[in-house]
């Protein structure tokens, strides 16, 4: 699976720079000096998220809020980095039914949705439903309609500190979703979307600014 | 229309004084005395958004800035008063065919989705679809499931000025929607929801401060 | 302190019901019985915050996102559960000079604001300064002038799950801050904005929908 | 003025084409065709606004919403073309009395504030002061502080339609506000961020869907 991601990425970003770390690898892949020349972090995960380790997930967070993007597919909803960023549960409801999913554009002018059409479908997908438990989202780029009569907020995006969020719903391991050129089409726009705005650096509080006091005691 | 949804607002708000006002009344029933002395407007129109007179959209908008809340049903989105204080088009997609509506709770925390289950049907509705040109809602209450192929956002809050606003899809005039008891229950639920939070006045910026200044030169 | 507020909430608000929990008690004083019969909670916490369980913090972040309303006063903004709750650092910058602080009114129709002038001054606090590294606040009551030069946004609300979530910035401890009248109303105000607004229960995500789906496979 | 703040952009972005237009000019020089062919639009107002013919503020508010990003400086907060966006009364408190003030970098990893420091000062302007009477802002980028006491979000993102908003609040017609590096630093800035990110063009409601339909009737 992120072999079809990268693959997908690598062709259609071609001026970027691809490449893949799996929960096997040591730190996960996630090393410290890795992260800090990566822009953009693609996460997928399902059964083992509690095997990832928390060192590596506040090390992704730290990232993120530094000004990393961040895009979070399916069931990486459930992932410890998504639930740490959004400080929800961010639970749905879900169901396994080999259902059509169709994917509308709400805000055909946002550049995650740049060369598609009115919506797009996937002919066998997981199921999401709502209710979704995240923060608001600060925009909404796709919302879901699913055969079987339910409905998901399926493209939601973030700023936390310097960082930009995507959560993107499709990509269930039983279908060749990452085959589809509309859904790498999606995740190569939240890319570019994503890509860091700052280099600011947080550097925490304790910063006495004394010596930029108008009226110094 | 109007005789029903005003039914049943008494029926559940029975400490409220409801009454209706209509496009043929004298400045449509929407007097300066009128509006100041009413919480929350309920808005519904359809054909006839043009021959609103423009005096009294602003007098509507100034009293929602005031603290007023207001709730738009269906149609209403394309009313002078909706495109006013949202800023933007508030165009959509629709569909007349009696097709199934499926009006799913995404917040069910939410005041104005108080005392419903996970999601409530209407066996013919009209279909509206994204994109659904209005500013990202605040908060979002419900989403909608067509049975043809659509999906929408149905309940929506902004908070504009002092006052409320909630968006409400369902309401065809072909259809009986404003009879069927959790249409009702949700515009109840929306009404206590948009009750005025505050009582300021805004009084123009013409306001030197001087007197206050921390050092007046 | 803690005995202040609570004073200060017990006379302001008669109805309420108030009790305090310290550091120092058994699970903090925050124990699973008494979070679920706490409507909102009040938070204020300087240098401990390492010595708070992460237990506790789970079990209040817990409740939050299940209505409970949270208070998060002064350096409480680096607590554990207000950053949990954020998914940012929550840093500022500070300053001990014993400054006048501004506090000004920037949303006179919310009901936080209720009974406010257009500021209220403390005439010595700690100085709190931007960037205060929070996603952004959905809606901004108050903003703080210091006489030293500095700014911060000194009251902010977010909704997370069911829970309604107030920061406001003033209460160093070595001033009467929390003896302040207007300081006491905010909070008195604030905690009847953050009442909880549902009952709704996140019941995880494991839960097919197949009985309810329009076409079952 | 005009020519200052384009001089310093055809400066600070030699790629791009600036051109200017004012009042007096035949529909104020925002032609339909001229509007069609511009990124990005500048607003500077202030005793004039009830000049400007309602025809063009609705054909700018149309083009933003299609996509051209729209910067309003200073007193152009009460201009028709903001009022008509933002849906509020955009009011807020003012002074003339030749105040310092310190502009604040409240989201330092925005693209707005890139290349600047923690702040900056202008060292007389006139005052602006909360409540600032706009939608709560979806990214606070700037706010200010003067030297006699007030407040005022300075910096203020919002996204409408396919169109990127900032106000910024600078620019004095009595002050060199327009010659100071940073200001114009600033605007370019903003210009960048403001660039149209999508192509779609709103088409009316009036569009049936039927041959897309999953179950047409």
Redesign the interface.
């Known amino acids: 699976m992120h072999a079809a991601i990268a693959g997908g990425l690598a062709r259609l970003l071609p001026a970027a720079q691809v490449a893949t770390a799996t929960l096997q690898e040591a730190e996960h892949g996630l090393t410290a000096e890795r992260l800090a020349n990566t822009d953009v972090l693609t996460w997928w995960g399902h059964l083992a998220h509690d095997q990832v380790a928390d060192e590596v997930v506040r090390r992704v ?1 730290a990232r993120v ?1 530094e ?1 990393m993007g961040l895009i979070v597919l399916h069931s990486g909803h ?1 992932s410890k980095i998504f639930r ?6 961010c ?9 059509r999913e ?1 994917i ?8 995650i ?2 060369g598609l059409g ?2 797009f479908e996937l002919p066998m997908e997981e ?1 999401y ?5 995240v ?6 780029v796709f ?9 998901f ?1 399926s493209g939601c995006c ?6 930009s969020i995507f959560y993107f719903r499709p990509g269930h391991e039983h279908y060749p979703t990452f085959h589809n050129e509309t859904v790498l089409r999606v995740i190569a726009n939240a890319a570019e979307w994503a890509r ?5 650096v ?9 010596a ?6």
Chains 1, 2, 3, 4 share one sequence.
């Open positions: 967070q809020l000004g459930y740490q960023l959004m400080g929800t549960t639970s749905l409801t879900w169901r396994e039914a080999d259902e169709r509308w554009v709400c805000n055909p002018g946002h550049p949705a740049r009115r919506y199921m439903g709502e209710p979704f438990a923060p608001a989202p600060e925009e909404q919302l879901s309609w699913f055969e079987g009569g339910d409905v907020r973030w700023r936390r500190g310097n960082g860091p705005r700052g280099q600011w947080d550097s925490c509080p304790n910063v006495p600014e004394s930029e006091a108008v009226a110094p005691k």
